[in-house]
Nanobody, 124 residues
Framework: QVQLVESGGGLVQAGGSLRLSCAASGGNFNVDAMGWFRQPPGKEREFVAAITSGGVTYYADSVKGRFTISRDTAKNTVYLHMNSLKPEDTAIYYC??????????????????WGQGTQVTVSS
């Protein structure tokens, strides 16, 4: 059973930074891709970023150049470094596991395990 636990959310002013962490257990972290999604208030869940086991990264256009996804295999942890935050980045952020040979990195249906989410609120 894979478990994912996010942390690091909070309230920050526009232009500020946060780092989200997602600690994984129970899976094969070394071969699985990991992703971050977010759900803004009243909207659908959307893709933010993903990273493969080999370190290849994918980003939504809305966060390119501001967010960076990384992973530490020794700690079984994936991070989302968020800079130049905007009020429209306000959302619940979820990490998720994409198993090997699943579908597109950009689609939530390609991910099988999800964390409980962490709230990020950016004030203007």
């Amino acid at each position: 059973q894979v478990q994912l636990v996010e942390s690091g959310g909070g309230l920050v002013q526009a232009g500020g930074s946060l780092r989200l962490s997602c600690a994984a257990s129970g899976g094969n972290f070394n071969v699985d891709a990991m992703g971050w999604f977010r759900q803004p208030p009243g909207k659908e869940r959307e893709f933010v970023a993903a990273i493969t086991s080999g370190g290849v990264t994918y980003y939504a256009d809305s966060v390119k150049g501001r967010f960076t996804i990384s992973r530490d295999t020794a700690k079984n942890t994936v991070y989302l470094h968020m800079n130049s935050l905007k009020p429209e980045d306000t959302a619940i952020y979820y990490c998720a596991r994409r198993p090997v040979r699943a579908g597109s990195y950009y689609y939530s249906a390609s991910y099988d395990y999800w964390g409980q989410g962490t709230q990020v609120t950016v004030s203007s």
